[in-house]
């Protein structure tokens, strides 16, 4: 006679908690790195200037979200939502391009190296690497390297839009209520009001829009077809999941 199979028995007892401790300390590292360049930034200037920014805000997600992953692949719980990791990767990645590309870039228009008033020396200089360069290269490494791929759905795409949407608002916003005079007025340039008009502005923000939406897709799908480069012996979370584990 065949015994019955108990029913209510706890996930730790149908074996150990597998830890994951190399990733566990890359993204306690790229966490680390994060909270270093926000602390700087916001240690040599205006706290409540600084939080404006999209770079800073990206970054303190990514703080978030790769301490809490950290957590839990030393614990060997189960990986974040990949809306979640996803999005924090995609909000990151468009710091690190909107930087070089177009901030950073004398040709694009809209550089800021040659305004006085970003002008970077000093410790800003080693934040503004931290914060645009390797957090970015970081995020991208992390879901390269130590995650699983797979489990980034299409819908997501459309979703992760609506925080650089929120923000675009939160920016106009902000800056019709503040007096012309005022220091940063509008955080980036592609969002000058007073330069462009609300005509530039909204063609800026339709062409920044379809990038950051064909980028998120580009992420999706390169996700879907990219190979598990973890290695059979060293899994540092299950199959189907992605993000940062």
């Known amino acids: 006679m065949i015994a019955p199979i108990p029913t209510g ?10 830890r994951r401790p190399y990733a566990a300390l890359f993204r306690a590292l790229l966490c680390l790195t ?16 600084v939080a ?47 930087y070089h590309l177009i901030l950073a870039n004398a040709s694009s228009g809209f550089s800021m ?5 970003h002008a970077i020396t000093g410790w800003r ?29 299409f819908r997501y795409a459309a979703q992760w839009l609506l925080y650089p949407a929120a923000y675009f608002v939160f920016a106009l916003t902000r800056g019709a209520a503040l007096p012309p005079d005022a220091e940063a007025r509008y955080p980036y340039p592609f969002l000058d009001v007073t330069q462009h008009g609300y005509a530039g502005i909204a063609t800026n923000a339709l062409f920044l ?17 990219r190979p598990d480069l973890r290695g059979p012996k060293n ?8 993000g940062l584990k």
């Open 209 to 225: 829009g379809l990038a950051f939406y064909a980028l998120a897709l580009a992420l999706v799908a390169l996700d879907r077809v």
């Open 52 to 98: 404006i920014y999209f770079t800073i805000q990206s970054n303190v997600l990514l703080a978030v979200v790769a301490g809490w992953s950290a957590v839990r692949a030393w614990q060997g719980r189960a990986p974040l939502s990949p809306r979640l990791t996803g999005g924090a990767l995609l909000f990151i990645a468009i710091t690190g391009l909107v």
């Open 235 to 242: 899994r540092i979370s299950p199959q189907r999941a992605g």
């Open 9 to 18: 028995v706890p996930a730790s007892a149908a074996g150990p908690a597998r």
């Open 125 to 153: 200089a080693v934040s503004n690497q931290l914060l645009h360069t390797v957090t970015p290269l970081g995020a991208v490494l992390d879901w390269l390297l130590l995650t699983a791929p797979g489990s980034l759905l």
């Open 113 to 117: 190296t040659d305004d006085p008033d």
């Open 34 to 49: 994060a909270v270093t360049g926000v602390a700087i930034d916001m240690t040599v200037g205006d706290p409540l200037r």
